[in-house]
């Protein structure tokens, strides 16, 4: 049906369907993980910024 | 006299392009610098694979050398978590503690591992697949390696030579990318360093332990790559080991990086590399770099919407991980816009911030797909 492998993928790409399974499956992963890494640095923000306050350079450091 | 012609006489179209593209391997790592530590030793691991009857490989009976090192060394993942015990020992976390928002960029440039995840799957591969070239663009070559050495072994040659080639690549993908997406006005934008605060010597021991726990604790799957990484920093920052931290910044990385590259030639034999599908990742690896870039960006200019303080959206584009050729990167497009304009601290607390995103998203791409 297809003559070679790139165009069986043009196909694919011209035909994405919503309704495949493993491509919702990689949309819901990709959209967990995204909100994931945000939470997950922002947590180590809060804790960095936690620490600045609690344990302030002293003046040697901060030359 | 059959015998010692047996390599000629086993000789196979396959073999001899792989030769030359293991040559070619070589001849970016000498003549073009692009990841020489990484790139000469799987340039001439790939060769010495596709040698017919080749030693180096041997059989399933009495394995050679590459494939004793690729099933001790990779197959178990040891190799590139000892690299990052030296990347942690060669990292200085102190422009992120100074600067934690810079965090959420490390967050954004990532946006391309997961594009390219979908898009990978639109273009057949299977999810576990997908997810090993999708991880390409954490920018981050252990990371690359341990997910695909997870996932899909099969795809681990092509998927780590994108990977490095790709990282060495950073001054040629990002500038087109961010002049695409800004423009001059913007990327002119000044900022001061009023952001960033001193830290105490405390915070910086503190950091790598915390971080360890903490990521272990939300993303089991992690544990091991960001506590490596966390270890390395950590011998860093105590200040009691220093005989340990060079150790691992030298002798650890430079043994482990040799044993690593050759390694990886040992699965760059022409039937599993010589596919059309070897192609496409490295095709799919350039759009995850592209996305990245762009993810950084746009989110800079995002922010831009609600800040007083406007962020030069060069800035974001540091989010990936490739340390420190990215912050370097738009440290000099800043300087060739406003030679005033001197962009480094931020740059580089971006890409900080990148190697620890990239890190987590891996750990988080087992968790959620493993």
């Known amino acids: 049906m297809f003559e070679n492998m790139l165009s069986f993928r043009v196909h694919s790409l011209a035909t994405v369907s919503f309704d495949d399974p493993v491509l919702m499956e990689a949309l819901r992963v990709s959209g967990i993980a995204l909100l994931a890494i945000f939470l997950v640095m922002g947590l180590f923000g809060v804790m960095i910024s936690l620490f600045s306050i609690l344990f302030p350079a002293t003046e040697d450091e901060t030359i | ?370």
């Open chain 2, 1 to 370: 006299m059959d015998q010692l012609l047996q390599g000629i006489y086993g000789l196979t179209p396959g073999a001899v392009l792989m030769f030359g593209i293991g040559g070619l391997i070589i001849w970016l790592a000498i003549a073009k610098e692009y990841e020489p530590t990484l790139l000469l030793p799987i340039g001439l691991g790939a060769i010495l694979a596709n040698i017919p009857y080749s030693a180096a490989i041997g059989t399933a009976a009495e394995p050679g050398i590459l494939t004793t090192l690729f099933d001790f060394g990779i197959r178990t993942e040891l190799f590139p978590l000892l690299i990052f015990v030296a990347i942690g020992a060669m990292i200085d976390f102190g422009p992120l503690l100074q600067n934690p928002k810079m965090l959420l960029f490390g967050a954004a440039a990532q946006f391309g591992i997961f594009f390219t995840l979908c898009l990978a799957v639109v273009m057949g591969f299977t999810l576990k697949e997908s997810a090993s070239i999708g991880i390409i663009g954490a920018a981050d070559g252990p990371t690359s390696i341990v997910v695909a050495n997870r996932f899909a072994p099969h795809l681990l040659g092509p998927i780590t030579v994108a990977a490095y080639s790709y990282m060495a690549l950073v001054p040629i993908i990002q500038p087109p990318v961010i002049r695409l997406l800004t423009t001059k006005r913007e990327r002119k934008i000044r900022m001061d360093n009023a952001g960033f605060r001193p830290v105490s010597q405390r915070t910086k021991i503190l950091f790598p332990i915390v971080v360890a726990l903490l990521a272990g604790l939300i993303v089991p799957s992690a544990t091991a790559l960001i506590g490596m990484l966390m270890f390395g920093n950590l011998l860093r920052e105590s200040g009691v080991v220093d005989r340990l931290s060079k150790g691992a910044q030298n002798e650890l990385a430079n043994i482990v990086t040799i044993l690593l590259g050759i390694s990886i030639g040992a699965v760059m034999t022409s039937d599993e590399f010589l596919d059309k599908r070897t192609l496409m990742i490295l095709g799919m690896g350039i759009i995850a770099f592209v996305f990245d870039t762009a993810g950084g960006v746009l989110f800079a200019k995002f922010l831009n919407l609600f800040l007083k303080h406007k962020i030069n959206p060069m800035i974001g584009a540091c989010g990936i991980s490739a340390f420190p050729m990215s912050g370097r990167v738009v440290y000099k497009m800043g300087l060739a816009e406003d030679p005033q304009n001197h962009l480094l601290m931020h740059a580089i607390s971006c890409n900080v911030g990148g190697q620890l995103g990239s890190v987590i998203a891996g750990g988080l791409i087992l968790a959620l797909i493993g």
